[in-house]
């Protein structure tokens, strides 16, 4: 009993020590002092209640990004659309929040609603696609990614330009009532609570429920849907309708919460680090949301680096690329090495 | 004024050609990858790879060629670390191309700071000025280097020795099966190696091309994705070099097309035409799929890549 | 048997995991003899023949060669050494054509592959002696099973193997095709090659053994010459106990009003097309299915299941048609049971426990949340009933063996009334025993009323059990008539599409 307790403890821990020892070994190798860049990636993300709160902000988006990869998944559909769901959620929110200058409070439920629909739509597109002419998830996925982010750059830069910015790229701010609220005078946005609560929905859903059987079931075995009348290609267009809107509800909170207006980058790789998470957490939602926060983390210190001790940007690139590497070896490692994470 | 219409076929001929140029390279690349029954997605990195170190060697040694060169090696250094993951360690072929991708997209935005703004001479034209002036042949020797006739070459030698040889037969039968190969005598993850190294040599120097060639500049993810076009496009040439050719060709066709639509000042986001790329390959893909004969063509081995996991 | 043994193995042991595939076998093997190796599903023989071409490793003993022992036995050294082996599972590429599956299995094949060239010329001589009527450019995948057989000894010919193992070769033939394989046997005895034949089939032994060894639990239990052994000698050494493996035939339907109605049916999908087929199954009726693999026999089991729309046509089960209910949602009518072929492809998730698995057809009968096993205790009782071993329900279906798992599927199916069965290939690599308690279920249905759709490529089985038999070849049904009208022969002419008159 206490032995068990003591693996399920040691496992993850010992992950998370790898994980810091492959952000020393980067560190090594772009030349700078890895414990004292450490030390900073801690207090810059974690140090004090200026720097938590840029990490939970960051933690939000990811969080629905890895909650968006994750529904797919357990269809055994590998999505990488976050990004381009995001994207396509902010726009369409941010359209409803400009439809209604003078709106009441009743506006944010119909913005992130909008903002839902619309991230629903662009992964619905990608779940139509594989199940009525079976293109490859991976693939579509990819490509709308890139369509998604020119549809917001070409707005943005066009028909919803803000004549009053003169050059600057971004629509009108978002009147008063349609900006998510904050705790306190931190980054803490309501998104936050929504994604948390989503997040224990799913785990629910995904490992108690019905549904999440019939998933199950058609993930591992196809053959049998017509045994049980399940409905392979209603479920392929569910789940991508579903992770879609989860994204989308991700791009609109980030938007309305920290930006206040649409702008041509949104996303700071919350896509690719929701993607990660989602792998991470061998596809639970409540692994996923600490996980999640781990990433926050990772991305507000980045930030700070950038800004305080010019590591360029795209070490938070490179950064979670090696991560992945790494959990992917270590998944295939012989089974006496092996640290089932993620094998239940 | 009938010479005048020639030499207009002749520049659009041309200007398909190169464009299509490294999108038929990377897409052979693949082509041959898949046709061992490997699917790398991680071309897209490999091309940023090849653009990237490419460009930086042929700008700081002055030497397109070895620029071309560097290039290829950096593609297939990072197939390399594909042919790892998922040859000899069995990981699941999309996740490993996802992490080359990656690596390669943060590898290339972090040391290509350095190339932002750098110049290289590109490779000579097949001939200089052409004294005679207008004809068909005119624009296509001006324009273009010998990148695009090396790859039509290629592509064409690609498929001699994948229908033609035993090589190509060896190819062929493991990404039908390994297990039967395995079964011949044959070495399938040799095989495997073997075709996915060509693939990443391929990749490597299509991004090279793009990078010293094509567009003469370096810049942080500038592949934007042809990369994954190639594994999209991949089915639709129905894993057949001899296809790769005119599927590349279309392609280099309607990227023509948009850019002298732009330039022809048809009142068109300069952002929406960009997407277009995207959206014609998701067009293609989703007519190719439609077509029921579509998995007659497909290596048995990559069934259990693409439809389950 | 004068001479010397030319292949000899030795005191040979294998084990895998918990089974003794091989105890202490010893078995010489002398020139121009046709071995014929006897044994249920499970004997060792398989694994006996594959130790001798290399493909696995004894444990311990010896394989002697000419008076040589073997020392580093691989399926290359039994290339050299002229061992051929016929495996169940072909090993040919479908998507080639048969002429490059010839150029893959020579080691000195060519490196430029045109036409023409000399080898590829000897190549094909060697198909042309065996199998004139097989075009070389053909893919693989275009050809009946049987051609695809031809193809592959086409392989071991063209080896110039002095060994020929046959592994079940008869298994998935056609009658005719049968005795042109019992042709070549002869043929080769005739060249003074030395042939094994591996089967389970009595008739098989007969036709061309010299000498019949029977195998069981893995040992040899028996070494005869052909004709001074009787058949039930054979089967008492095979079964190691002579009793209750018939199943009785249950009696044929009293009143002969129709319960399944099979109107006009056409069929053109990706599994199989029907042609215009027209059939009626009374209640309590046993109709048997005769014909090659991918004559339409899985289109048939699936528009019957309403898992498959048909072109047009109707399937009418107790007055309402399946094929209406198909449009709403695609799902295995309740009122009927369906064992598909291989369950562990079809009709398990390999991956979930058996609890789950024996819940598959019920899905909606669980509560919407849920945590722990779903439907324990009734699982529990299923399986004990059904004898499914081990009997776990927390254990996933995929760590079942093949035998256990086909049980599993009939415990789910058949544990509740239905209307209609349909059993797809239901013994297919079972044992006796095994295949005994599955026709007992079965029968069982068709006592209480059920009309039994039973697919099957063993024609003895077929003969013995079925009340009426329909033999299908291409999507059409060549014949349809009470089980006195038929013998082996006269099924297999009609499979074949030939002889509609006889």
Redesign the interface.
């Known amino acids: 009993m206490l032995r068990d307790y003591v693996h399920r403890l040691l496992r993850p821990g010992l992950l998370v020590i790898l994980f810091i020892g492959v952000i020393l070994l980067f560190f090594i190798l772009?030349g700078k002092p890895p414990l004292q860049m450490f030390w900073s990636m801690l207090t810059y993300s974690m140090g004090d209640v200026f720097s938590l709160s840029e990490t939970l902000a960051k933690t939000t988006p990811i969080l629905f990004c890895a909650l968006a990869v994750i529904v797919p998944a357990r269809l055994?559909l590998?999505s990488?659309g976050g990004e381009g769901q995001l994207y396509v959620g902010a726009l369409t929110g941010t359209w409803a929040a400009l439809q209604f200058p003078d709106a009441g409070l009743w506006i944010l439920p119909v913005m992130l609603f909008a903002g839902a629909a619309g991230g629903a739509f662009w992964g619905g597109i990608t779940g139509v696609?594989k199940a009525w002419?079976?293109?490859?998830e991976?693939?579509?996925t990819?490509?709308?990614n890139?369509?998604g982010i020119?549809?917001v750059?070409?707005l943005v830069?066009?028909p919803w330009k803000d004549t009053a910015n003169l050059g600057w790229p971004a629509t009108r701010s978002f009147p008063v009532n349609a900006i998510l609220p904050k705790f306190h005078a931190t980054q803490i946005h309501l998104g936050l609570l929504i994604a948390m609560i989503l997040a224990i929905v799913l785990h629910?859903l995904l490992n108690?429920?019905?549904?999440g059987?019939?998933l199950?079931?058609l993930?591992?075995?196809?053959?049998?849907?017509?045994?049980?009348?399940?409905?392979p290609i209603r479920q392929t267009i569910l789940v991508m309708l579903v992770g879609g809107m989860l994204a989308g509800l991700g791009g609109i909170s980030e938007v309305s919460a920290i930006q206040g207006r649409l702008q041509p980058t949104i996303s700071s790789g919350y896509g690719?680090a929701g993607?990660l998470v989602a792998?991470l957490s061998a596809q639970q939602p409540m692994r996923a949301l600490l996980i999640a926060f781990l990433f926050g983390a990772l991305l507000a210190a980045a930030d700070s680096l950038q800004m305080f001790a010019h590591v360029?940007?795209?070490?938070?690139?490179?950064?979670?690329?090696?991560i992945?590497?790494t959990a992917?070896?270590i998944?295939?490692l012989p089974s006496q090495w092996r640290i089932p994470f993620w094998t239940k | 004024m009938d010479e005048i219409n020639y030499t207009l076929a002749g520049s659009w001929v041309a200007a398909s050609l190169r464009s299509a140029s490294p999108l038929m390279l990377v897409l052979l690349g693949e082509t041959l990858t898949q046709r061992v029954g490997i699917v790398n997605l991680g071309v897209e990195g490999q091309m940023l790879a090849g653009a990237c170190f490419g460009f930086g060697a042929a700008a700081v040694f002055h030497d397109p060629v070895l620029g071309l060169g560097v290039g290829a090696l950096a593609g297939l250094v990072l197939s390399l670390l594909h042919g790892v993951l998922c040859i000899q360690l069995r990981v699941n072929q999309i996740a490993s191309g996802l992490c080359v991708m990656m690596l390669g997209t943060g590898i290339t935005s972090y040391v290509g700071r350095v190339f932002v703004g750098a110049e290289v001479s590109g490779l000579a034209p097949l001939a200089g000025q052409f004294a005679s002036a207008q004809s068909f042949w005119q624009p296509l020797l001006t324009q273009l280097t010998w990148i695009a006739p090396l790859a039509v070459v290629l592509t064409l030698v690609a498929g001699v020795l994948l229908f033609r040889t035993r090589t190509g037969l060896h190819w062929r039968t493991v990404g039908e099966s390994s297990t039967v190969a395995a079964a011949l005598g044959l070495r399938p993850r040799l095989v495997q190696w073997q075709g996915l190294l060509t693939g990443g040599l391929l990749s490597g120097l299509a991004g090279a091309v793009l990078s010293i060639d094509y567009t003469q500049t370096w810049a942080q993810n500038m592949t934007k994705g042809l990369g994954l076009i190639a594994v999209g496009l991949v089915i639709v040439a129905r894993w057949n070099p001899f296809l790769v050719l005119p599927v590349a060709l279309l392609f280099g066709l309607a990227d023509t097309s948009v850019l002298r639509l732009q330039a022809a000042a048809v009142n068109t986001s300069s952002y929406l035409l960009a997407a277009a790329p995207y959206v014609f390959c998701l067009g293609i893909l989703v007519v190719t799929h439609l077509r029921a004969d579509r998995d007659a063509h497909m290596p048995a081995g990559l069934k259990a890549v693409f439809n389950d996991r | 048997m004068s001479a010397a043994p030319r292949f000899s193995l030795q005191n040979i042991n294998k084990r895998f995991g918990e089974v003794n595939a091989n105890s202490n076998v010893n078995l010489d093997i002398y020139p121009n003899e046709v071995i014929a190796l006897l044994g249920e599903n499970g004997a060792g023989k398989s694994t006996l023949m594959k130790l001798l071409y290399g493909f696995y490793t004894p444990d311990a003993g010896e394989i002697v060669v000419e008076g040589e022992p073997l020392v580093a036995h691989s399926p290359k050294q039994s290339l050299r050494l002229g061992i051929g082996m016929l495996f169940q599972q072909f090993n040919l590429v479908p998507a080639l054509s048969v002429l490059e599956n010839l150029l893959l299995a020579f080691p000195a094949a060519p490196w430029w592959q045109w036409r023409r060239r000399r080898l590829t010329t000897d190549v094909l001589a060697c198909l042309q002696r065996i199998a004139p009527d097989i075009d070389p450019q053909r893919l693989v995948r275009d050809l009946s099973v049987g051609e695809q057989q031809v193809v592959e000894l086409a392989k071991i010919m063209a080896l110039n193997a002095q060994l020929v193992i046959l592994d079940e070769p008869t298994a998935v033939l056609t009658p005719q095709e049968v005795e042109r394989l019992y042709q070549f046997v002869a043929q080769c005895r005739a060249d003074g090659k030395v042939v094994v034949f591996i089967t389970h089939k009595l008739a098989d032994v007969r036709a061309c053994a010299t000498r019949i060894v029977v195998m069981r639990q893995g040992r040899i239990v028996g070494d005869w010459r052909t004709e001074t052994v009787t058949d039930n000698e054979l089967i008492q050494a095979m079964v190691g106990k002579d009793t209750g493996l018939i199943v009785n035939r249950i009696a044929p339907p009293k009143h002969l009003l129709p319960k399944l109605m099979v109107k006009r049916l056409n069929v053109s999908s990706r599994v199989g097309t029907i042609t215009a087929m027209d059939f009626e199954v009374s209640p309590g009726e046993v109709l048997g299915i005769a014909g090659v693999m991918g004559n339409g026999q899985r289109a048939l089991a699936m528009v019957l299941a309403g898992i498959l729309v048909p072109d047009s046509g109707e399937v009418i089960l107790d007055g309402v048609s399946i094929n209406a209910l198909a449009h709403e949602t695609i799902k295995v009518p309740d009122n009927v049971a369906y064992i598909p072929e291989s369950p562990l492809t079809n009709a398990v998730v390999a991956q979930l426990d058996l609890a789950t698995n024996l819940q598959l057809r019920a899905l909606d009968a669980l509560p919407f949340l849920q945590w722990g096993m779903p439907a324990l205790h009734e699982a529990q009782h299923k399986l004990a009933a059904h004898d499914v071993r081990p009997s776990d329900p927390h254990l996933s279906a995929g760590a079942l063996s093949g035998g256990n798992l086909q049980k599993l599927v009939i415990a789910r199916e058949l544990s509740r009334p239905v209307q209609l069965v349909i059993a797809c290939y239901p013994t297919m690599g079972l044992d006796l025993i095994a295949t005994r308690n599955v026709y007992e279920r079965l029968f069982a249905q068709a006592e209480q009323g059920a009309c039994i759709i039973w697919f099957s490529e063993e024609l003895d089985d077929l003969l013995r059990y079925a009340h009426r038999i329909m033999v299908l070849h291409g999507g059409r049904v060549q014949s349809i008539g009470p089980v006195a009208s038929f013998d082996r022969q006269r099924i297999g002419r009609l499979m074949t599409g030939h002889a509609q008159a006889c």
Do not use: D
Not at chain 1, 133 to 136: K, L, M, P, W
């Open positions: 772009i055994g590998i990488v696609l002419a079976g293109v490859h991976t693939i579509s990819l490509l709308l890139y369509v020119l549809l750059s070409h830069y066009g629910v108690h429920s019905r549904w059987l019939s199950k079931i993930q591992r075995n196809p053959a049998v849907a017509a045994l049980s009348g399940l409905n690719l993607f792998w360029p940007a795209a070490s938070a690139v490179v950064l979670q690329g090696l992945f590497l992917l070896i998944n295939q």
